[in-house]
Every structure is written in structure tokens, then in C-alpha cells.
């Protein structure tokens, strides 16, 4: 089973990668990637192949284009120059032979580690590991699958940005889904609902000759949380 610290470099990653937080569907494949033998370069690999990177950063993008918005998003609180040095060393990785998603587990593995007061990505640092602090609360604490984005949009450099994200979330509505309708047979049957207002029909069939109830003693009927 991955180790919390496993379990925060993917939070990392995908919080770099999509901008937001993992959600606990998608933290749970990618735990579960983790737990069958996976590296982090491999997980990495995994989310610079999904639609959600390539939609920012297209395939079809050279590598200076690549590194000039990936930097941007990356170190948005360093200077014009920093930002600029920093997509030049990205470049020359990738002419070397370094993939995006070598580039993306690398950064968060700096971000992650730099020194807040550091001067030239101190300020970045901070911001990640804000924009990661409340990932952490939104699919570890709360066990939340949605506003994935919206969770860590306004978080900033500011620690007051952190908490008010929380107290967000910590009021956000709850979200009831849409009831599921089950209709009972005159086998046995095994149904399970979900968290909405679920209905189970029974009825009266015809059985040869004679009239039989469609709810049967046998039957397994949950009606969800």
C-alpha cells in the first residue's frame, strides 16, 4: 500500500499537472497504479498523457512553446527573468531527451522541496505547496470528487487564502445524486442504491397459472447511505 508520502507526491503531481485537486476518484486509481508497482516517473507519465495536460500543453507544441507556458503555470510568482532562464533549462532538457513528464515530476519534486524564503522560487514554492495543502484537505480530509479546479483557484501566496479556501470547503452544499429505480423480478434479487432517493418496484406477475409477488423474501435490497 502507498506510503502518505507516496500518497502526497501524487497529490503533487496532480496538482501541477491539472491545476487542481486530485478528487478521490482519481486520487484512487493513481494510489491503486502506485500499489500495483508504479514509479512516480510512471504515474507522472500517466497524467501528461491525459486529456486534461494535453488540452494545455498540445502535443503538437515545440518544445520552447512548451516550456515558455508549462514555466508560466509553474513559477507564476517569480520574475520575467526567472521564468525566462527557467524555460531555457527546460529546453535544453527536453533536446536532451527529457519528457513532460519528466519535466513535471522534476518540478514538483523542487517546489516541493525549495526553501520558501529561497529568492529567486521561494514565492512559487509557496504557492504550490498552498495550492497542495488544500488539495490535501479537499481529497484527503473531506473525501471530495468535485470543484476539483474551484477547490484551489484562489489560493495565493497568502497563508489567509489557505484557510478561507477550506472554510469553502467545509460549507460547500452537499451534493445528493439522482435517485436510481430498481424493479423487482420474481427471482431473487440483489439491488444497491445510491446516496439519492432510490425506488424499488414490486408487482404482480404471472407465473404460469397463477399470480406471483415479485418481492421475495430472499430478496437483497440496499437502499444506499
Do not use: C, W
Amino acid at each position: 500500500m502507498a506510503t502518505a508520502a507516496t500518497r502526497k507526491s501524487i497529490i503533487d503531481l496532480v496538482v501541477l499537472a491539472t491545476g487542481g485537486a486530485p478528487g478521490t476518484t482519481k486520487l484512487g486509481e493513481l494510489v491503486a497504479l502506485s500499489d500495483s508497482g508504479k514509479t512516480l516517473a510512471e504515474i507522472a507519465d500517466s497524467l501528461a498523457a491525459e486529456a486534461s495536460f494535453t488540452a494545455v500543453y498540445p502535443t503538437f507544441a515545440t518544445n520552447a512553446e512548451f516550456a515558455a507556458e508549462y514555466i508560466g503555470n509553474a513559477l507564476p510568482a517569480a520574475t520575467a527573468e526567472v521564468r525566462a532562464l527557467s524555460a531555457d533549462l527546460v529546453v535544453t532538457f527536453m533536446n536532451a531527451g527529457l519528457s513532460k513528464a519528466g519535466i513535471l515530476l522534476a518540478t514538483t519534486d523542487f517546489l516541493a522541496a525549495v526553501a520558501t524564503d529561497e529568492v529567486s522560487f521561494g514565492s512559487s514554492a509557496v504557492l504550490f505547496q498552498n495550492k497542495v495543502t488544500v488539495a490535501t484537505y479537499h481529497t484527503i480530509t473531506l473525501e471530495l470528487d468535485t470543484n476539483l479546479a474551484a477547490a484551489i483557484g484562489g489560493v495565493t501566496v497568502d497563508a489567509a487564502t489557505v484557510t478561507a479556501a477550506q472554510t469553502t470547503l467545509d460549507n460547500a452544499p452537499v451534493v445528493v445524486p439522482a435517485g436510481q429505480a430498481f424493479t423487482l423480478t420474481t427471482g431473487l434479487d440483489t439491488f444497491s442504491g445510491n446516496a439519492g432517493a432510490n425506488s424499488f418496484a414490486a408487482t404482480a406477475a404471472t407465473v404460469g397459472a397463477a399470480a406471483v409477488s415479485t418481492l421475495n423474501a430472499g430478496d437483497n435490497l440496499a437502499g444506499g447511505d
